[in-house]
């Protein structure tokens, strides 16, 4: 996971065990987005597994919290 500010790369961390990944994952992404962005920041995803990102996908996040190379939808 990495904590973004414009396009400097602020803070990253690894993500672990993406196998046990599930919807409260989500949710803490989520809570950690929200967070991020009252400071200017973005929470992206590096490496993340195929299970999580359908979760974040499935809870229509995909949007909110992205992976690198991939944009965002214009609001």
Known sequence: MVLVRGDAEVAS???TGDDAADMSTVDALARLQLCAG????TIWLRDAG????????LAGLAGVVVTPGETRPQA
Not at 50 to 57: A, F, W
């Open 13 to 15: 961390w690894p993500l």
């Open 38 to 41: 009252r400071i200017g920041c």
């Open 50 to 57: 195929d299970r999580l990102r359908e979760l974040v996908d």
